[in-house]
């Protein structure tokens, strides 16, 4: 059973993880659309992803994640597990910052340029890394 759980989790966190890269580049080329057609596709894309795709997957891997540990709770006293929780804490603040940002397009009150969301978009490739390592080195 524990095998089936920790699937089903890392599939989730793929598909979150597609969802996260994704939806910030939506962003960039959104900042950068000027026809009204354009834009209203965007939004469209934007609120597709973040309610269709986004927000299941990121349920589906914290809730898988949680399930791993009420099986393996020894987990809970490990550092590494504990500073991948806490990037983990940080992933789903920038998820509902993502929300916001969602929310500031579809208001068309977008206020930042394309450069600054091709930045922002980099900040979960850090995160990914890092719990990679955290969950397969177990660096301490």
Same mark, same amino acid.
């Given at each position: 059973? $524990?095998?089936? /759980?920790?699937?089903?989790?890392?599939?989730?966190?793929?598909?979150?993880?597609? *969802?996260?890269? $994704? +939806?910030? =580049?939506?962003?960039?080329?959104?900042?950068? %659309?000027?026809? =009204?057609?354009?834009?209203?596709?965007?939004?469209?894309?934007? =609120?597709? +992803?973040?309610?269709? /795709?986004? !927000?299941?997957? *990121?349920?589906?891997?914290?809730?898988?994640?949680?399930?791993?540990?009420?099986? #393996?709770?020894?987990?809970?006293? &490990?550092?590494?597990?504990?500073?991948?929780?806490?990037? @983990? %804490?940080?992933?789903?603040? $920038?998820?509902?910052?993502?929300?916001? +940002?969602?929310? &500031?397009? %579809?208001?068309? &009150? !977008?206020? =930042?340029?394309?450069?600054?969301?091709? #930045?922002? !978009?980099?900040?979960? @490739?850090?995160?990914? @890394?890092? @719990?990679?390592?955290? *969950?397969?080195?177990?660096?301490?």
């Amino acid at each position: 059973m $524990y095998l089936w /759980i920790k699937a089903f989790h890392i599939v989730a966190i793929v598909t979150w993880f597609a *969802a996260i890269f $994704y +939806l910030p =580049r939506l962003f960039v080329y959104h900042a950068m %659309a000027e026809d =009204r057609t354009g834009i209203e596709r965007f939004k469209t894309m934007e =609120r597709k +992803l973040y309610r269709g /795709i986004m !927000n299941p997957s *990121a349920i589906a891997a914290i809730g898988f994640g949680i399930w791993l540990l009420v099986l #393996v709770p020894e987990l809970l006293h &490990q550092w590494w597990m504990l500073v991948k929780l806490a990037l @983990v %804490a940080l992933l789903v603040g $920038y998820h509902l910052y993502c929300g916001r +940002l969602l929310r &500031q397009f %579809a208001d068309d &009150q !977008n206020t =930042r340029s394309h450069k600054w969301y091709r #930045v922002f !978009n980099e900040i979960p @490739v850090l995160v990914l @890394v890092a @719990v990679v390592i955290l *969950a397969v080195v177990k660096p301490f």
